[in-house]
C-alpha cells in the first residue's frame, strides 16, 4: 500500500529482506526518477533506500542519547573506533602502503598510489625519472592492494640482470620474500592458481627474456615452458576480478614498445590475465611519439587503439589543462574556467560526462571558496584523458635543492708498452670484424670495451679464462639486455705478454693511487664509490689497492645476502674505497658518499647517469658531489667518448631525459668505431656529428616533455593532498597497530604477553594464551590468510614497524603485524561480529600544545560514509564545534583536532559533571551531525555522477575488449584453416564462444552496479576538554 514517506518515526522494513527494519527519519530526496527515503536502521546506521523496496511494517538508543546520559568512555575507546575503521581496509582516504616500508616519505612516491587507485582500468605507467623511486612507489601499490582487496599473486618482469635487485629490494625495504622463477616455474604456480580456485598465493620474479614465447606459441605442438605459459595466460583472461595475477610489474618497460617483438606480445599476455598492472620506465614522454602510444596501449588497449584516436584525445584534453590553470591561480579565474569548460563539454569525449556538467553548475557563481577550488581541481585532473593512465616525476619538479656536480677528468698517458700492445690488439680486433655483424661483431666489442676498463686485467682474464661474459658487461656500458652465451674466443698475442711488468708500468692504476692518497690526507675518513663495467677491473683494483694499504669494499651482482653485509661495514667507515660495478650497486644508496669514480667510461652516457644517480638521489646530505673520470690519452675510443661526454654535459646535469636518445645512438657510434674502412679523422667526425644530433633532439625533448606536462594537467594539488593525508593521519601507523594488539589482549585474553626482545630493536615475543590459540586456530580454519603465521601453535617474535631493522641479520624468522597479517584479520573479525565491544561516547582532555587548539570544551562527532556502485567508497568525516563560540571547524580543521586528540589524550574522570551547558553540547552535536549531513548529500550526488561515467567507461572498455579479442580470435582460426591445422579449431572456437558470454556477463553486472547506494553510520561521537 502507500505510504508517506516523508513522516517520520514510521517503522519500515526491505521487502526482500523482512528482518532488515528500521525507522523512517522524514527526509527524502530524488536520484534521476528514483524517490530515496534516509531510513535509521540501527542506532549508528542510516542510509537512503529506494521508496518501491520498502513497506511499512522503538527508538534504539543513539550517539545523542548515549551523549545526553553522560555515558562516557576515554580516549583508548576513540583510538580503538579509528584504528578498526582502519585496519578494515575499506576506507579510500586511508594509504595503507604509507610508513610500510624502511623508506624515507616523499610525497611524490604517493602520487602513483593515488592514480592507481583512481584509474579506471586497474593500469597504470609510470613513468619517473631516473632515481626518484619507481620500485618503492610499485611495492606501495602491491601494500594498498593487499590491505584493500587481499592481494596474494604479484609477478615482477624485468630484465635478466635486474632480477636480484627486484629481490633484495623486496627483502630489505619492504619484509617481502620474493622467488626468482623459470617459465618452467611459473607455469606450475599457475596451475597451482587454477588448482586452488585462486586462492594461492605467491611473490615472483621473471626475466622478460627468459618467459617471452616464441613463434608459433598457440601451437599446442610446442612444448616448451615459454609457449606453455603463453598458452595459459590466453586461455585464462582476468574475470569478475579473478585473475592468475593480482598485479604484474613490469620493470624497464620500454623495451615493450616495439609491438612486433615476442616481448611486447607478452605485455599483452600478462596484462590480460592480471587484475591489475603497472608499467614502469624512465622513458622520456613526448606527446608526439610512437613509443608512448604503445605504451598506453598495454596499459588500455581499449582506449588507446589508434594512434588517430591518440592525437583526436589530446586535442580534446586542451581545454581541460586550461581550465585546470585558470582555476589553481588566486583567485581562481572562474570567467575564464566556464569558457574552458563550454570548450572541453562539446567534445564527444567530454559531453556525456556527468562529473563534467556538475562542475559546470558548480562554478556559475561569482566566487568559491578555498576548499571548493581544491576540491574541483581534484576531480578537473582527475579528468585529463591521459593522466588517468599515465604520471610522471621529474627531479625538477620535486627536489627543490638539487645536489650540484663537480667533475674532473684525470688524463693518463699511455706507458710505451701499454700503448704498443693496445694498439695491436686492437688492430687484431678490426681486422677480425671485418664483414661481421650482430653476435660475433658485438664479442670483438666487448674485448676492445674490457681493454678500455683496465688493460691488464682484461689480458690476464682472456690469457687464464679465455671465455668471455657478456650480458652483465653489454647492460653496464651500453644499456642493452642481451642473451649472448659465454664464448671462447682467444687472441693468440697474448702468449708472449709479460704481465708482470705491465702490471708495474699501469699508469691508469698508478694515477689512481696518486689520486686516493691526496685526498685521504687531506681527510683520512674520505669514503669513495669507484665504479667499472668489468668485473676483472674491480677484482684486479681490489687486489692491488688492498696491497698499497687501501681498505676495500667489492660489490658485484649475485652477491646475494653478502652484498649488503660489505655495504653495512662499508657505510660504517670499514673501508674508504667501494668497488662496485652498476648491476653490484642496484638497489642500494649511497647518499652517505660524495666522490664517485668513473674508472672506465660506458660507451652509452646513460650508465653513467645511473652510476651517479646511485649519489645523487634523494637523500644526499652534500650540497655537490665530487665526479672523477678515468681518460686514456691517444686512444681515439677515449677521444670519441671524451668529445660525446662533454657535449650533452653528463658529468654536470642529469640527462634522465635522454635515454631513448642516447641508446640508439650511441650504439650506432661504437659499431662505427670498429669499421676498418673508416680512418680515425673520420671517427671523431661520426661522433661530433652524433653528439650534435642527441643535442638537437634533446631540445626537441624537453619541448615535447613541456607539452607532456601540460598535457597531463599536472598541478601541486596531487603532492599537497599526499602531504595533507600524512599530517591528519590518514595512514596506519605501527604504533596504532601495536597499541590495537595489545589493548585486544589485554581486555579479552588476560595472560597473553607481548615481550620486547633484547639486542632486537623493536622486535617482540608475542605469546598466547591457550584459550587465544584456540580461537585464533578456530578462525584461520574458516578464514584463509595469504600470509602464515605460528602464533596459534607457539610464540613468535613479531614487528609492527617494518621500517625498522628486520630479521636479516637474527637468523631468526620474524613476522611483520601489519593489516594482512592473520592475527589482525582475527581481532578484526571479533571486533565485526560483537561491536558493543566498541563504546562509541568519549570525554578526552589534552593540552592545547598537543592538539594547536585554544583552551576550551569542544563537540565533535564522526561518521562513516559509504558509497557503492562499479566501485565502491568509504570514508570517515569529522565536524567539531567549540563550545564558547558555536562556531563549527572546518572540515580540514576538525579532522585534526580530532586525530590528535585521540593520539594524545586522557580519559576525562567524571566528565558529566564537568559540562559547562549541557543542552548547548547537545545542540551543538546536532549541529554538527546535520552539517556531515548535508555535506554527505553533495557527496552522494558527486558520488553518483562518478558512477555513471565509470560504469559507461567500463561499459565501452567491455565491448572494446570483446571486439580486440574476437578479431585476435578469428585471425588465429584463419591461419589454423590456412596452415591446415584442423586440430586447433575446436578450442579457438571455443574461446570465441567464451568472449561473446562473457561480455554479456560483464555489461549485466555493469547495469546492477548503476544502480548506487548509500549508506551514512554515526561512528562516534563525544567532547574534548583542551587545557592550557
Request: some cysteine; aromatic content about 8%.
Amino acid at each position: 500500500m502507500d505510504w508517506n514517506p516523508a513522516i517520520p518515526g514510521q517503522e519500515v522494513r526491505v521487502k526482500a529482506n523482512p528482518g532488515h527494519r528500521g525507522i523512517t527519519t522524514g527526509k527524502t530526496r530524488t536520484a534521476g526518477t528514483r524517490l530515496l527515503v534516509q531510513v535509521q536502521f540501527s542506532p549508528n546506521e542510516k542510509s537512503y533506500k529506494p521508496y518501491n523496496l520498502l513497506e511499512l511494517c522503538g527508538e534504539p538508543e543513539g550517539l545523542i542519547n548515549l551523549l545526553e546520559q553522560g555515558k562516557f568512555s576515554g580516549a583508548d575507546d576513540l583510538r580503538r573506533i579509528l584504528t578498526f575503521e582502519k585496519v578494515k581496509g575499506e576506507l579510500t582516504n586511508i594509504f595503507y602502503s604509507m610508513e610500510s616500508s624502511k623508506t624515507d616519505f616523499y610525497p611524490h612516491q604517493f602520487k602513483p598510489v593515488l592514480k592507481f587507485l583512481e584509474s579506471p582500468v586497474g593500469r597504470l605507467l609510470v613513468a619517473d625519472e631516473v632515481g626518484l623511486g619507481k620500485t618503492i612507489e610499485a611495492m606501495y601499490v602491491w601494500k594498498e592492494l593487499q590491505a584493500r582487496i587481499d592481494a596474494r599473486r604479484l609477478l615482477i618482469l624485468c630484465p635478466a640482470v635486474l632480477r636480484e635487485k627486484w629481490q633484495t629490494d623486496l627483502q630489505q625495504r619492504f619484509n617481502i620474500i620474493a622467488k626468482l622463477t623459470s617459465a618452467q616455474e611459473l607455469v606450475e604456480e599457475v596451475n597451482s592458481v587454477l588448482q586452488s580456485q585462486y586462492q594461492h598465493s605467491f611473490v615472483c620474479i621473471a626475466s622478460l627474456e627468459g618467459i617471452r614465447p616464441g613463434l608459433n606459441w598457440e601451437d599446442e605442438t610446442q612444448t616448451s615452458a615459454k609457449a606453455e605459459l603463453a598458452r595459459l595466460l590466453d586461455r585464462h583472461p582476468t574475470i569478475d576480478d579473478l585473475g592468475l595475477f593480482d598485479l604484474v610489474i613490469i620493470d624497464e618497460a620500454h623495451y615493450l614498445r616495439n609491438p612486433s617483438t615476442a616481448t611486447h606480445r607478452l605485455g599483452q599476455l600478462v596484462r590480460d590475465a592480471s587484475h591489475h598492472l603497472l608499467l614502469l620506465t624512465a622513458t622520456p614522454i613526448q606527446t608526439h611519439s610512437t613509443n608512448l602510444f604503445q605504451l598506453l596501449k598495454i596499459v588500455s588497449p581499449e582506449d588507446f587503439f589508434d594512434e588517430t584516436i591518440f592525437d583526436q584525445m589530446q586535442a580534446a584534453n586542451a581545454p581541460l589543462v586550461q581550465a585546470v590553470r585558470s582555476l589553481s591561480v588566486h583567485p581562481p579565474n572562474l570567467t575564464t574556467v566556464r569558457q574552458h569548460l563550454d570548450r572541453v563539454l562539446q567534445s564527444d569525449y567530454f559531453r556525456d560526462n556527468p562529473v563534467l556538467q556538475q562542475i559546470r553548475q558548480q562554478v556559475s557563481e561569482s566566487t568559491i571558496d578555498s576548499d571548493a577550488q581544491v576540491r574541483i581541481g581534484y576531480k578537473l585532473e582527475s579528468a585529463s584523458l591521459i593522466s588517468q593512465y599515465l604520471t610522471r616525476s621529474r627531479k625538477r619538479d620535486v627536489i627543490p635543492d638539487r645536489v650540484k656536480r663537480d667533475p674532473q677528468t684525470l688524463r693518463v698517458p699511455f706507458h710505451p708498452i701499454e700503448k704498443q700492445i693496445y694498439d695491436s690488439v686492437t688492430q687484431t680486433l678490426r681486422q677480425q670484424s671485418k664483414g661481421k655483424q650482430g653476435v660475433p661483431l658485438f664479442r670483438l666489442i666487448a674485448r676492445q670495451r674490457q681493454m678500455a676498463s683496465c688493460l691488464v686485467a682484461a689480458l690476464q682474464s682472456w690469457s687464464n679464462q679465455g671465455i668471455l661474459q657478456t650480458d652483465e658487461l653489454f647492460w653496464e656500458d651500453l644499456g642493452i639486455a642481451t642473451e649472448i652465451d659465454p664464448i671462447d674466443d682467444r687472441i693468440p698475442q697474448l702468449e708472449s705478454i709479460d704481465y708482470q711488468q705491465l702490471e708495474a708500468q699501469d699508469t691508469k692504476y698508478q694515477k689512481l693511487v696518486e689520486f686516493l692518497d691526496r685526498e685521504l690526507k687531506r681527510n683520512p675518513k674520505e669514503q669513495f664509490v669507484l665504479f667499472a663495467y668489468f668485473r676483472g677491473t674491480l677484482h684486479y683494483l681490489q687486489r692491488r689497492l688492498e696491497a698499497d694499504r687501501i681498505s676495500t669494499s667489492l660489490i658485484i651482482g649475485g652477491m646475494g645476502e653478502q652484498k649488503w653485509d660489505i655495504l653495512k661495514q662499508f657505510e660504517q667507515g670499514k673501508a674508504s674505497v667501494l668497488l662496485s660495478s652498476e648491476v653490484g650497486s642496484e638497489g642500494i644508496d649511497l647518499q652517505f658518499c660524495r666522490f664517485l669514480i668513473n674508472y672506465d667510461l660506458p660507451w652509452n652516457p646513460m650508465r653513467v647517469e645511473q652510476r651517479i644517480g646511485r649519489l645523487d638521489r634523494l637523500g644526499q646530505k652534500a650540497d655537490r658531489i665530487s665526479i672523477i673520470n678515468f681518460s686514456l690519452e691517444d686512444t681515439i675510443e677515449e677521444r670519441i667518448l671524451d668529445r660525446l661526454y662533454d657535449r650533452i654535459r653528463v658529468f654536470q646535469e642529469s640527462i634522465g631525459d635522454l635515454e631513448n636518445i642516447l641508446g640508439e645512438a650511441t650504439e650506432k657510434l661504437m659499431l662505427s668505431l670498429f669499421k676498418p674502412d673508416l680512418t680515425d679523422e673520420e671517427r671523431l667526425q661520426r661522433a661530433e656529428e652524433t653528439a650534435i644530433a642527441i643535442l638537437k633532439q634533446s631540445v626537441e625533448q624537453e619541448r615535447l616533455e613541456q607539452e607532456a606536462v601540460n598535457l597531463m594537467a599536472f598541478s601541486d594539488q596531487i603532492l599537497n593532498t599526499v602531504q595533507k593525508s600524512r599530517d591528519q593521519g590518514r595512514w596506519l601507523t605501527a604504533e596504532e597497530l601495536h597499541a590495537f594488539v595489545e589493548d585486544y589482549f589485554a581486555r579479552y585474553y588476560s595472560g597473553t604477553t607481548i615481550k620486547p626482545t633484547p639486542r632486537q630493536e623493536a622486535v617482540f615475543e608475542i605469546r598466547l594464551t591457550e584459550d587465544a590459540k584456540l580461537d585464533l586456530e578456530q578462525f584461520l580454519k574458516h578464514h584463509r590468510s595469504s600470509v602464515q603465521t605460528r602464533l596459534h601453535r607457539s610464540p613468535a617474535l613479531c614487528l609492527f614497524d617494518p621500517r625498522l631493522e628486520s630479521s636479516r641479520n637474527t637468523g631468526a624468522a620474524i613476522e611483520l603485524i601489519d593489516p594482512t597479517h592473520p592475527l589482525i584479520q582475527w581481532i578484526r573479525h571479533s571486533y565485526e561480529l560483537d561491536a558493543q565491544k566498541l563504546h562509541p561516547i568519549a570525554a578526552i582532555h589534552c593540552h592545547s600544545a598537543e592538539v594547536e587548539i585554544p583552551p576550551g570544551q569542544y563537540v565533535y562527532v564522526i561518521h562513516r560514509w559509504q558509497f557503492d556502485g562499479l566501485r565502491s567508497q568509504s570514508r570517515l568525516a569529522y565536524k567539531v564545534a567549540d563550545c564558547s563560540t558555536d562556531q563549527l571547524l572546518s572540515d580540514e580543521q576538525s579532522e585534526q583536532f580530532v586525530y590528535r586528540a585521540a593520539r594524545f589524550g586522557k580519559a576525562k574522570p567524571n566528565a558529566a559533571n564537568l559540562i559547562d551547558n549541557l543542552d548547548r553540547v547537545l545542540s551543538l552535536y546536532s549541529d554538527c551531525d546535520d552539517a556531515l549531513e548535508q555535506a554527505f548529500d553533495q557527496a552522494s550526488k558527486e558520488f553518483e555522477a562518478e558512477n555513471e561515467n565509470r560504469c559507461r567507461i567500463q561499459e565501452r572498455s567491455a565491448e572494446n575488449y570483446a571486439d580486440r579479442r574476437r578479431q585476435q580470435l578469428e585471425e588465429r582460426i584463419a591461419q589454423f584453416q590456412q596452415s591446415g591445422k584442423l586440430r586447433m579449431l575446436p578450442a579457438t572456437e571455443g574461446l570465441l564462444k567464451k568472449v561473446n558470454r562473457e561480455l554479456e556477463l560483464k555489461k549485466r553486472a555493469i547495469d546492477d552496479r548503476l544502480n548506487t547506494d548509500f549508506n551514512l553510520t554515526q561512528l562516534a561521537a563525544g567532547i574534548i576538554f583542551v587545557e592550557s
